[in-house]
């Protein structure tokens, strides 16, 4: 068997290198020549730490049976080709954006043979399979799905951090029209993961993954609302939520600082997308009440500051954590960027610390605490990094110019009001 995986990000290296694991030959195939290089030369593209990727990568690479390249042409013989290309949406619409999906089909298209399996793991808006991918696929390919090749949707269900555990344990769902496109399907994955295997049908599948992230999401836009509604009627959002999961069936999340990653913004709009009838009111709010929270965090900046007689216009702000997620390096989507920008809008200067996220164009991270506090008039922490658990106020006190905090994560409590700071907190209304 010869698997072609399109695709080599956070979904595409993990499926390549677990399916050379178990002997069967694959190549990656992306555009861009630096995943490409270093997947041929058996090291992890990706950024982070992932536990056995590196090894499983070099390994395959070592056996001859993980390879890579920019070249389609490496995919005329593949028994399978796994589509695991990027599906962003548009900033301003919200709509599917499908550049680099339709790319990728045009260019598999013309060299699929019959019989071949097409799985597309990328994450789409319900009706993508029948209104985009069958279409350009028996278009450029002159054969057709179900009596020529076998199409499927199998949505990934990974997360950075985790990609191989979740890969080789999780159930995932197969998205089939026909019964032999589900017999292919369940020959690949039964390779790949020790879950279950779910049958649906490709809307079934479509509206399963998306939903799945629009459901977090929801569960998240409801703590944040609940904190919102703490903060103004004095309460605290944290101890309430405790009280909330005592009764039975309930499950509040944290509230916080914003949503990031990779997935949940943008999937939640993926699911409304193609709605025209209904009007779906729910998940939009959702996403609206997450992406307030940045927001809100620039409001409690104002909050604190005024308490120690500063105004933003040409204050400081020291931003504590740049990743979307404690302890990892990952800052896709993550709420420091809108929160910063606002800080800047309203006159801030922004200063940034993060111990493992890397500095993007225009938001230049310090790993020197001491460097983004010195003269610092409002301390606003974003990441609930381990790092930022045992501050030691002392310092603090001495660095910052106007001792004020903002807290998006829960790290404080009341008790740095007593050692002099003032204290706004994301979901706390008592102070
Ligand atoms: N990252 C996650 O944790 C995760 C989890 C579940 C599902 N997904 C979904 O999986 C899909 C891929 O996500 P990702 O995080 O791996 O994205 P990514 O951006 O890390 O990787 C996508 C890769 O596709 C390549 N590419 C783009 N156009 C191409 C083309 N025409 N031909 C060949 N390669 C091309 C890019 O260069 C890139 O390397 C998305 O739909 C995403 O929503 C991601």
């Known amino acids: 068997m010869k698997v072609a995986v399109i695709g080599l990000g956070y979904v595409g290296v993990p499926v390549a290198a677990v399916l050379a694991s178990k002997g069967i030959r694959v190549v990656g195939i992306d555009i ?6 270093r997947v041929g030369a058996g ?26 390249t920019t070249d389609y042409d490496a995919m005329a013989d593949a028994d399978a080709v796994v589509v695991s290309v990027e599906t962003p949406i548009d900033d301003a619409t919200h709509d599917p954006e499908y550049k680099a999906l339709r790319s990728a089909l045009r260019s598999i298209a013309p060299r699929l ?14 009706r993508t399979m029948t209104g985009l991918v069958r279409p350009i696929l028996e278009r450029g390919s002159g054969l057709r799905a179900g009596r020529d090749f076998h199409l499927v949707h199998s949505p990934e269900r990974v997360t950075a951090g985790k990609l191989l555990r979740n890969l080789t344990t999780l159930d995932r769902v197969i998205g089939a029209e026909d019964a032999r496109a589900r017999r292919a399907a369940r020959t690949l994955y039964s390779q790949i993961s020790s879950g279950a295997l779910h049958d649906a049908d490709w809307v079934s599948a479509e509206i399963t993954k998306t939903a799945e ?18 903060e103004e009627l004095g309460a605290n959002a944290y101890r309430v939520r405790e009280l909330v999961n005592t009764c039975p069936g309930r499950d509040m999340l944290i509230p916080g600082a914003g949503v990031g990653g990779h997935c949940i913004p943008k999937d939640p709009w993926l699911l409304v997308s193609p709605v025209i009838h209904q009007k779906p009111v729910l998940i939009p709010t959702a996403r609206e009440v997450n992406d307030f929270m940045p927001t809100r965090m620039a409001q409690l900046v104002e909050e604190a500051m005024r308490e ?36 800047r809008r309203r006159g801030a200067d922004v200063t940034i610390h993060d111990p493992f996220a890397k500095s993007l164009r225009g938001f230049t991270i310090t790993r020197d605490l001491g460097a983004a506090l010195r003269g610092a008039d409002c301390l606003a922490l974003v990441t609930a990094h381990d790092d930022y658990r045992t501050l030691d106020l002392k310092k603090l006190r001495g660095w910052m110019r106007h001792r004020a905090i903002v807290d998006g994560r829960n790290v404080f409590d009341g008790s740095v009001i007593k050692r002099g700071f003032s204290y706004r907190a994301i979901g706390k209304g008592e102070f």
């Open 308 to 343: 120690v007689g500063r105004r933003i216009r040409n204050s400081q702000v020291a931003i504590l954590g740049f990743a979307f997620r404690e302890n990892t390096e990952d800052s896709r989507n993550s709420p420091a960027i809108p929160l910063i920008r606002e800080l």
């Open 213 to 230: 992230n629009a459901y977090r999401d929801v569960q998240i836009a409801f703590s944040n609302e609940v904190a919102l509604i703490c």
């Open 43 to 68: 090291a992890t593209p990706l950024e982070g730490y992932e536990p056995g990727l590196a090894e499983l990568i070099a390994e395959g690479a070592a056996s001859g049976l993980l390879k890579a």
């Open 32 to 37: 861009d020549p630096r995943k490409v290089e």
């Open 113 to 126: 043979h019959k019989g071949a399996l097409v799985s597309i793991e990328s994450t789409v808006a319900p």
